[in-house]
C-alpha cells in the first residue's frame, strides 16, 4: 500500500448505529487530519493530529470521536448520527503542520446517514 | 470571517487556456495552495505561492498578489483529463487552511 488509505469507501448507518472510519498513511508524515466534504461547500476541517496529540478540533459536535493511536493511524468513531452528516469524509496527512507541507488525501469514505 | 471566493463553474474548449481566479480574505497568510480533485476521488496538491509572482510547473501556472489577496491558476493546452474540480486553500495567522469551494472546470471537445 502507498499514500494514504481509507476504510470502508462507502458507509450507510442509521442513526442508531456505531461505526469507524479508518484511515492509514504510509508516507511517514506526523500530522494526520479529518475533513468532511459536501457538495458545493468548502472542505471543513474536523480534526488535527500532530505526533499523535491532537491540535485543533473545529467545534466538531460529540457524536463524532476522534483516536490517533500512532502517527500512521487516524480513526474516527461515529455514533448517533443525524442525516446532515452524510457526507464524503476525507483523511489526509502532511509531513508536519503549517508552512509549505501540502497535504496528501485519502479516497474518502461517502457516508449516508439514514 | 475568513472567506475564500472561487467561481462555482467554468467551461473552456480543449487545447485553449484557462485563468481561475481565487479572491482571499483571511486572517494571517502562510502561504496559498492549489488542488485539484476528480470526480470521486481524492485532492491532489498542484501548486503551493508564498511570495507574489508566477509559479510555473508544466501546463499549470499560479499566481499571487498577497497586496491584492488574490490568486489564480492558469492551465494551458487543455486536455479532456483536466475536467475536475480547483480548490483553492489559504493557510491562515495560526497555520490553519482555509478552503474555497471548489469550481468545476469543464472541457469540450
Known amino acids: 500500500e502507498t499514500g494514504v488509505t481509507q476504510t470502508p469507501r462507502h458507509l450507510v448507518m442509521g442513526m442508531t448505529n456505531k461505526k469507524s472510519l479508518k484511515c492509514e498513511q504510509h508516507?511517514?508524515?506526523?500530522?494526520m487530519y479529518w475533513y468532511k466534504q459536501s457538495a458545493k461547500k468548502p472542505l471543513e476541517l474536523m480534526f488535527v493530529?500532530?505526533?499523535?496529540?491532537?491540535?485543533e478540533n473545529n467545534s466538531v459536535p460529540s457524536r463524532f470521536s476522534p483516536e490517533c493511536p500512532n502517527s500512521s493511524h487516524l480513526f474516527l468513531h461515529l455514533h448517533t448520527l443525524q442525516p446532515e452528516d452524510s457526507a464524503l469524509y476525507l483523511c489526509?496527512?502532511?509531513?508536519?503542520?503549517?508552512?509549505?507541507?501540502?497535504?496528501?488525501f485519502g479516497p474518502g469514505t461517502r457516508l449516508t446517514v439514514t | 470571517g475568513q472567506n475564500i471566493d472561487q467561481p462555482t463553474e467554468m467551461t473552456a474548449t480543449e487545447g485553449a487556456i484557462v485563468q481561475i481566479n481565487c479572491t482571499y480574505q483571511?486572517?494571517?497568510?502562510?502561504?496559498l495552495f492549489w488542488y485539484q480533485q476528480h470526480a470521486g476521488e481524492a485532492p491532489t496538491f498542484l501548486s503551493y505561492?508564498?511570495l507574489d509572482g508566477l509559479e510555473e510547473k508544466g501546463r499549470f501556472s499560479s499566481f499571487l498578489s498577497r497586496s491584492k489577496g488574490y490568486s489564480y491558476l492558469l492551465l494551458k493546452e487543455l486536455q479532456m483529463k483536466d475536467s475536475a474540480s480547483y480548490l483553492c486553500?489559504?493557510?491562515?495567522?495560526?497555520?490553519?487552511?482555509?478552503w474555497g469551494a471548489g469550481t468545476k472546470l469543464i472541457i469540450k471537445p
Open positions: 489526509a496527512s502532511s509531513q508536519d503542520t503549517g508552512g509549505s507541507y501540502e497535504q496528501y
Open positions: 508516507l511517514g508524515h506526523n500530522a
Open positions: 493530529y500532530n505526533f499523535k496529540e491532537q491540535t
Open positions: 483571511t486572517s494571517g497568510f502562510n502561504g
Open positions: 505561492n508564498v
Open positions: 486553500a489559504v493557510m491562515d495567522s495560526n497555520y490553519q487552511l482555509i
